[in-house]
């Protein structure tokens, strides 16, 4: 069955740094997202991605945070300069078109000390 | 904006015991509601959607109902085993508001043997 695939599963960084999340989407999906959920508080939506360009973005999603589809399989999230308040489960998901179902990646755990 | 509240969790039950989850809505014109379930370790999973008023998901021995009067999508399921331990994400996508999902703050479910 296909499936989104997301590492690392477990990033650590110290504040100020830039990371990279990857992610792989489904092979016939258009639609890219990005999600976070603080430890606690509910999964919140960041940026959805189309056509190679951003579709929608929530306030979350500042200058700080930027996507980049660099091949045609990869999709990543990049945080430039990362802040405490980052640390997060961030979620990548993939639809096959616009409102059907997303699918969902395992996550990965960002920490930032 | 779109919102999505849920029961407040964690939600412990014994095995064969009947389960609701509570889950309201606001939304401006006729949202998409999705259950999504996250189980230890894993990404979310979608459980069962409605993409209309009285439509009614179902999976797995899960049930929701679009309820639009009360502006409501509560889960139920009549017996529920160990392994229906999970998270629960109650969602969903509104239809001025893309295909972004908006998340309930989510309901941890943990039932004994």
């Known amino acids: 069955e296909p499936e989104v695939t997301q590492t690392p599963s477990h990033q650590v960084t110290q504040m100020g740094q830039e990371v990279i999340l990857h992610c792989v989407p489904i092979?016939?999906?258009?639609?890219f997202y990005w999600y976070r959920q603080i430890l606690g508080q509910k999964v919140e939506f960041l940026v959805s991605?189309?056509?190679?360009?951003?579709?929608?973005k929530s306030e979350i999603f500042d200058d700080q945070f930027s996507v980049e589809r660099p091949d045609g399989s990869n999709f990543t999230l990049k945080i430039r300069s990362t802040k405490l308040e980052d640390s997060a489960m961030y979620f990548c998901?993939?639809?096959?078109?616009?409102?059907?179902?997303?699918?969902f990646g395992q996550g990965t755990r960002l920490t930032v000390v | 904006g779109d919102s999505v509240t849920q029961m407040e969790g964690p939600v412990t039950l014994s095995e064969e015991a009947f389960l609701t989850i509570n889950c309201t809505y606001t939304?401006?014109?006729?949202?998409?509601l999705f259950w999504y379930v996250q189980y230890p370790g894993e990404g979310l999973q979608l459980l069962l959607k409605?993409?209309?008023?009285?439509d009614k998901g179902s999976n797995k021995g899960f049930e929701a109902t679009y309820r639009k009067e009360t502006t409501s999508f509560h889960l139920e399921k009549g017996s529920v085993q160990v392994s229906d331990s999970a998270v629960y994400f109650c969602?969903?996508?509104?239809?001025?508001?893309?295909?972004?999902?908006?998340f309930g703050e989510g309901t941890q479910l943990t039932v004994n043997p």
């Open positions: 409605a993409t209309k008023a009285d």
């Open positions: 939304a401006t014109g006729y949202p998409s």
């Open positions: 998901a993939s639809s096959a078109t616009w409102a059907a179902e997303a699918f």
């Open positions: 991605f189309y056509n190679n360009e951003i579709s929608e």
């Open positions: 092979s016939n999906h258009l639609y």
């Open positions: 969602a969903l996508s509104g239809r001025t508001s893309g295909s972004r999902l908006t």
